[in-house]
């Protein structure tokens, strides 16, 4: 068994206002996370991911930071972080991220008109911050040329009625208390 699966089926549920998720590595860094499971992870994007004409990988603070590193220093691909402080720097743009549980804004800075991008997050569920991120590099003029998330959690999510099909390495619910697996392969 691959060890995202293992990781996933021996994470701890939580409740936090009537919303059950997984404590995990990925998503939370606790239990700490072991390079192997890393390095798993980064294989899996970068055959998933269509990478070919990618400019430049995007991700929003924080969790998705640690796997956006590992992936850019094994692609030579440069890394731009979504950042929940405003710097006032030219070019920056402004989104409002919402998720199932909490709203904040977010700061782009350096991407541009015509920039390629894969935009890579660490687990998609409600799908509010990457279609708030997708809107926000549409609005630059950036062309998303891949979206992906390590994990998804299964159910209806905002980027549903959009054009982008999101890559993702596996499927799970909250069920009864317990992570189950719906997809050990992920969509895409």
Do not use: W
């Not at 055959?47 to 930071?65: C, S, Y």
């Not at 991220?97 to 015509?114: K, L, R």
């Not at 069920?175 to 969509?187: L, N, Q, S």
């Amino acid at each position: 068994m691959d060890q995202l699966k293992q990781s996933l089926l021996e994470a701890p549920i939580i409740e936090k206002d009537g919303y059950h998720y997984f404590v995990h590595p990925i998503s939370d860094g606790i239990p700490m996370l072991e390079p192997t499971l890393l390095r798993e992870i980064v294989i899996k994007i970068i055959r998933k991911a269509d990478l070919e004409n990618v400019d430049k990988i995007v991700t929003p603070a924080a969790m998705g930071i640690h796997i956006s590193t590992a992936v850019s220093l094994m692609t030579d691909i440069p890394l731009v972080v979504i950042r929940k402080r405003k710097y006032g720097l030219d070019g920056e743009v402004a989104l409002s991220q919402q998720t199932g549980y909490s709203e904040n804004e977010m700061y782009i800075n350096n991407v541009d008109e015509g920039d390629r991008v894969l935009l890579l997050d660490d687990v998609l569920s409600t799908g509010g911050t990457m279609k708030a991120v997708t809107e926000a590099l549409e609005y630059i003029g950036a062309e998303v040329v891949d979206v992906c998330a390590v994990i998804k959690k299964v159910g209806a999510n905002e980027l549903d009625d959009t054009d982008y099909q999101v890559k993702t390495l596996i499927n799970v619910d909250v069920v009864d208390g317990e992570v189950v697996i719906e997809d050990e392969h992920g969509d895409g």
